[in-house]
């Protein structure tokens, strides 16, 4: 094995039942065992953010650009700014996405639970309410 150039990613469309508004994302990285690292960069439009999940392994996040948002279940939102790293825990509920008036793009960084694991990397569960969701803008 030596130092390669990893294949062009495709840009792809978030999906409608993981995200609300327009989000695109792609991957940049996925290491095969022991390796078990996950690279996307996700660019929301204004307004567009995550449903809330959690990840098995937890999750860090980088912003490149914009302003949004995390917000872990039942805690403070924090407002995101380029630049900004946030770390959320194994197994938290949280969302992360955009504010109402403006583009954020993150890198997110995670990894797959171990072989002997059956637990799904992320698990889904329901779209943000308007309640829920700033809409006043960051
Ligand atoms: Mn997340």
Request: with cysteine.
């Amino acid at each position: 094995m030596s130092t390669e150039l990893q294949p062009k990613s495709a840009t792809s469309k978030g999906p409608a039942e993981w995200f609300t508004g327009d989000v695109y994302f792609n991957a940049y990285y996925a290491g095969t065992e022991p390796s078990r690292t996950r690279l996307n960069l996700v660019r929301f439009t204004p307004g567009a953010h995550t449903a809330w999940h959690r990840h098995a392994v937890g999750q860090t996040l980088h912003v490149t650009e914009g302003y949004g948002y995390v917000q872990s279940r039942g805690e403070e939102l924090i407002e995101l700014r380029p630049g900004d790293t946030v770390h959320t825990p194994a197994g938290e509920w949280h969302w992360h996405g955009a504010s109402a008036d403006d583009f954020m793009c993150h890198l997110a960084l995670w990894e797959a639970p171990g072989a002997d694991s059956d637990e799904p990397e992320t698990v889904w569960g329901e779209l943000l309410t308007p309640e829920e969701y700033p809409q006043r803008g960051w």
